[in-house]
């Protein structure tokens, strides 16, 4: 299995930056595709930023222009750098990746950690 460690997240006024960081670790053979999910409560998980093995992105409409994803393959790590936040970024943000391993496709989650933007 793999389990994915989150960090960064926290406080910020709107129209400021914040990083995110997700270090993947455990027994995989390969990590294809990781990206960072957000969800409010009382909705729905919704996709913030994907990223492939490849490199390929893919942006939430919302974000497009103020969030880069990008993936450090020799350190297992995804990042997710937001500026020109707004209160509706507001969210619990989690970090996924799917690997493979035995044969098989998996899909991990983070824990999750809290961004907050302040009007």
């Known amino acids: 299995q793999v389990q994915l460690v989150e960090s960064g997240g926290g406080l910020v006024q709107a129209g400021g930056s914040l990083g995110l960081s997700c270090a993947a670790s455990?027994?995989?053979?390969?990590?294809?595709?990781m990206g960072w999910y957000r969800q409010v409560p009382g909705k729905q998980r919704e996709l913030v930023a994907t990223?492939?093995?490849?490199?390929?992105?893919n942006y939430a409409d919302s974000v497009k222009g103020r969030f880069t994803i990008s993936r450090d393959a020799n350190k297992n790590t995804v990042y997710l750098q937001m500026s020109s936040l707004k209160p509706e970024d507001t969210a619990v943000y989690y970090c996924?990746?799917?690997?493979?391993?035995?044969?098989?496709?998996?899909?991990?989650w983070g824990q999750g950690t809290q961004v907050t933007v302040s009007s």
């Open positions: 996924s990746a799917e690997y493979y391993f035995a044969f098989t496709t998996s899909r991990s």
């Open positions: 990223i492939t093995s490849g490199g390929s992105t």
């Open positions: 455990g027994r995989f053979f390969k990590i294809n595709d």
